[in-house]
Structures are given as C-alpha cells and as structure tokens.
C-alpha cells in the first residue's frame, strides 16, 4: 500500500516527463530547479569608504496573519519613538549608548554628541508578508474562506486600521518626511502627520493574511526580485509564473533612491515559509487534491527521520536512488498517511525529514539579495540586482528583525533588558541556531522547533524548561511552560508576552484559547495557575530561517524579540519595541551622515 493517496500522488508524480522507466526522477527535477534558486555570493572587492547617506528608505514588512493584534498594537506604539528617534536623534557616546537628551536640535548636548544628523528625507513604505499559496489552492481565490488579504502580491499597503485607504505621497504608496520641502513635490513637513498616516497604515495591515507566511520572498519580490510575476497557475500539474508585476516595479522604482540608506523592519511571530515558485513545490501548501478529499503530503523514505542529508532520503513519490532501499521494501512508505501526521498548519515545519524535500527556497536567496550585486531572473540567468543597481554598496543596506526569539539570548544583561540588545556580530549564533550543517541543536532549548514538549536549562539564566504539567504561571518566565499539542498542529513556544488586556476566546472557533490545547497552553493559564478560555499572553515560535539569513549577513543585520518585555506603558525604555529602534539605530549610526 502507497502511503500517499491518489490525490498526492498525482500531484508529485502524474504531471512530470516520462523517462526511460516510464516516470521521471523527481529528484533530478527538483535539483534542476533549485541551481537556478540562488547564486554564490559575488565578489565585489572592498566597498566604497565609510559609505554614508543623508536619506533614509524605510521598509515595513508586517505578518498579517492571525493572532498578532497584540504585537501589532505594540509596533504601532513604538513608530512614534524610532520616528522622533530619526528626526531628533539623541546624545550619546562613542559606543551609540544614549547618555543624555535635549527638548530641541537647537539645544546643545549637555554630555556627548548628537548620535547623527536628523535624517530629513525618509520615504516610509509597509508590506506585509501575504503572497498568496504559490499556485496551490490555500491563500488563493480557490479557497472558500480566501480574503484579499492573503495575496498583498508584495506590494505597498495603504489600507488605514479605520477603514478605506490612507494618502500617500502623491498617490505612490509610501510616505515621505520631508520637512525642508525639498522634494518635487514636497513631501509632509509635519512629523505628526507622518506618524498617523504610519500608525494607520501599520494597524491596517490586518490578521487575516496566509497563514503560509512568506517574510523573505515578500522582503525580496518588492526589493529585489527582477522579473516579479503577475499570476502564477498551475498547467500540467506544475505551476508557472507568467507576467511581469509592473504596478510592483514602479512601486519599486519610486519608493527606492539610488543614494540611500535601505532599512527592512520586519515583524514576525512564525519562521518563514517561503514556498518555490514554479514546478511542483505549491504542492506542499495544497488542501485538496483532484477527488476533492484532504490532500496528503507522501513522506518522506525511513533513512530520512535520521539522516535528512543523506542522499536516500527522498519522498516516496519519488523512484527509490540507485543503491537506496526499493520503495515497496520501505516500511515509510507502505504505510498510510494519517492526518494528523500532516496538518496543514505545519506543512512548512522539517520538511526533508518529514517529507524527503525541501520545498521551500534557500536561505542563500536572500543572503544573495541583500549583498550580491547580481541575482537570477526567472530563467536563471544573472541579471543585475535592483536593490545595487544604482552603485549602493551594501553595508547601506540593513535587515532588521523583530522576531521569535527570547530577548534574553540577545540582550546585553540576559537578567535584564535595560542595558539594550547586542548587535548581530556579538550574538552567540550557537544559542539561536546551532549548526544545521552537523546537526547540532540550538544550545537554548527553547530555540529547537519541536512539536512535542522540551527539556533542558535555559543555558544564560540557568532556569529549567517547565514541563506541560506546571501548574504555577509562568513556571518559566521565558515562555511559560511546555504544553501538550493533542492535534500535532503547532510548535512549542520560544517566547511569550503579557497581553495588556486580556482576550476572550469563548464562542471565537480562531482564537488560541478555545480549542482542546488550553488545558496545558500557558497562554491561557491564569496567575492563580488555572487554565482557562481567556487568552493573557502573545506567542511565537523560533524563527530559524529569517535568523539564519541574519547570521551570514553580519554587521547588516540587527535581530530583537517579538517577546516585549513591557507593555504598559510607552514611557518606560523597554516598553514594546523599543529595543528593537535602539539596536537598529546602533547599527545604522556610523552609514547616517555624522551628528554633531
């Protein structure tokens, strides 16, 4: 018995070439395609000299999918200090650290020096990380519950949290401060004015995009992406591109200077899911199959629970290697798949160990967009990079993350996040990712992606994982506890954060305390230590991907946690996303024209 159904076997197998066995290796059409996905890193030689710019493009990508109202409510309370942080820098020392303030530019820092000149020229733009199921019939019109929202197509949001559309400069879909008037034709002069258009704009975004979401493709089709298809549908059983998003290209072209600094501030609570356009990789977000019954993923060959690298270790779709176990001899592959071995929820979760392919792109892709002065087009010929296309050299360009990851592995005083969070060239990578390439987990355990419940020591603060069992809230202050997963559909928290103002989930079927898991879910535990249906905490997982394109990309990264430590009030230094602005703007201090 195949342990795919007819559906799943006809997606993988039906629509590709016969060979000479009568079915071709899908394995060699994978790895085809997968050589044009990215390109090694070029080498341009040394950049330009303590390359500086006095404008700033600001990009932010904010996860529209569900459950981020709490961290979205934060990020919009946080943009008014990264704005005033921009426009009125403050006094600090020789290692960026704030050491005093003043009520106006005019006024002279009482100790230390502006941090740099007041950034006068910012063009403000928001995405969010829907692009819809790449051909597949989740996030897309083929989707009974399909909103609009779960295909932005990349582009620049302008839909306002209050309803209909916010004014943009001229109509173009970003904002733009401009306080000299020296844009033709002037942008806002009134940083007020800027800074509700963004917080509109920001808390317009919404919950209800794809739940596959898609934060690096998204950063890279609106920033980087050559040829950023219009339509994608499925011929043949493959999907295929077709056209050219030219609204996106002149969104690109007028958002972008050639001569400024590029910051991405991305918002997140999921790791990255970043499907393969083209071929047969939308398989893995499909629903149905072709009789109209629940599509099930094949799995992937027995060695490959063990060994994901090995080269046996392919789907049973796929004809068995040369020199590998005969499928009909696999015993993963004669055994049917059950549904609740693969929710649809976790599609993108361990996917060559659980399925003997990698649908998703490298992270080398983006590694590549944000430092290669070359990328490939849709026919995999290299082509020059938009983002570099005018000469930026790319220390100018920065890729911020706020993310799953508990701020106690990334701040300076894991015991306290007041003296700020370490830049990315101090991180101990080994805490966050370990190293994929043998194998070795993250040394917190609270790193490691996993369905079923953790064990280990929080390696910085020295306090235990709590088991599912805790009965104190917050047994771990970090993300509370481990919890039984019953549908198998969900990870195990990295982190979690204090809702300002408790949610009820009773009679909400998309709510994260209504459902079977509350009994254990420390998102739903009361201070008294019962669990409940009303939800008093924010969740997110360990965000391995956008970390690993972090760590290659060095002094151009800056990685903060979605985890905020206070939520209470905006006045106090941690609230929010604070730290998240500090780092950033530690970072970009030395590429921003000097203070004085």
């Keep these: 018995m195949r342990s795919w159904n007819r559906a799943a076997a006809f997606v993988l197998a039906a629509a590709l070439p016969l060979g000479c066995a009568g079915r071709a290796d899908l394995a060699t059409t994978l790895e085809d395609e997968d050589a044009d996905a990215s390109v090694p890193p070029i080498d341009m030689g040394p950049p330009p000299a303590a390359a500086r710019a006095d404008k700033l493009d600001l990009l932010l990508v904010v996860d529209n999918s569900r459950n981020l109202d709490a961290a979205h409510g934060l990020l919009v309370e946080t943009l008014p200090y990264l704005l005033d942080r921009l426009t009125r820098p403050a006094c600090v020392n020789g290692f960026g650290t704030v050491v005093s303030e003043t009520a106006s530019l005019e006024e002279p820092c009482p100790v230390g020096v502006r941090d740099f000149a007041p950034v006068r020229d910012i063009h403000i733009g928001v995405i969010s990380t829907s692009i819809g199921g790449h051909g597949a019939d989740v996030c897309s019109p083929a989707s009974p519950s399909f909103d609009p929202t779960a295909n932005d197509r990349a582009r620049l949001l302008t839909r306002a949290a209050s309803g209909g559309a916010v004014p943009t400069w001229e109509n173009k879909g970003f904002l733009a401060w401009d306080p000299g008037q020296s844009s033709s034709p002037p942008g806002d002069a009134d940083l007020g004015a ?73 918002l997140t609570d999921e790791d990255d899911c970043s499907t393969r356009d083209g071929g047969q990789f939308f398989a893995v977000n499909q629903a149905l199959g072709t009789d109209g019954k629940p599509f099930r993923m094949p799995r992937g060959r027995s060695v490959c629970a063990e060994a994901p690298n090995d080269p046996c270790c392919v789907s049973c779709a796929q004809p068995a290697p040369s020199g590998c176990l005969a499928t009909e001899l696999d015993p993963a592959c004669t055994t049917p798949v059950e549904g609740i071995e693969d929710p649809l929820n976790l599609r993108c979760f361990d996917q060559k160990r659980r399925f003997g392919i990698d649908f998703l792109y490298p992270t080398s892709r983006y590694v590549d967009g944000f430092t290669s002065d070359v990328v490939p087009n849709r026919a995999g010929e290299l082509v020059k990079n938009p983002l570099f296309a005018s000469g930026r050299a790319s220390e100018l360009v920065f890729f911020a993350g706020i993310l799953g990851v508990p701020w106690q592995d990334i701040a300076v005083d894991p015991k306290s996040l007041a003296m700020g969070v370490r830049p990315a060239t101090e991180l101990d990578w080994s805490l966050l990712l370990g190293d994929p390439k043998t194998g070795e987990l993250p040394a917190d355990p609270l790193m490691r992606p996993s369905i079923d419940p953790r064990d280990g020591i929080h390696p910085l603060t020295g306090v235990p ?132």
């Design 194 to 266: 800027v800074g509700a258009k963004l917080a509109e704009i920001a808390g317009g975004v919404g919950t209800k995009g794809c739940g596959y979401e898609a934060q690096l493709e998204s950063i890279y089709r609106f920033l980087v992406d050559p040829e950023p298809y219009l339509d994608i549908s499925v011929v043949d059983n493959k999907a295929v591109p077709s056209g050219v998003d030219d609204v996106l290209l002149q969104q690109r072209a007028d958002f972008l200077r050639p001569d400024s600094l590029v910051a991405v501030l991305l």
């Design 465 to 596: 994982l709590a088991p599912p069992s805790a009965t104190s809230a917050l047994a771990n202050p970090i993300n509370g506890h481990e919890r039984t997963i019953q549908g198998r559909d969900d990870l195990q928290y990295a982190c979690i954060f204090p809702l300002r103002v408790p949610k009820e989930c009773t009679g909400q079927t998309d709510c994260e305390c209504a459902g079977i898991d509350a009994p254990t879910n420390p998102i739903c535990q009361a201070p008294d230590g019962s669990f409940g249906s009303t939800q008093r905490f924010a969740r997110a997982v360990p965000a391995t991907r956008p970390l690993a394109v972090m760590k290659e990309l060095g002094t151009q990264a800056v990685v903060a946690s979605i985890c905020a430590d206070k939520v209470s009030s905006p006045v106090q230094p941690t609230f929010g996303y604070k730290p998240a602005v500090d780092v950033l703007l530690r970072s970009i201090r030395r590429r921003l024209e000097p203070g004085g």
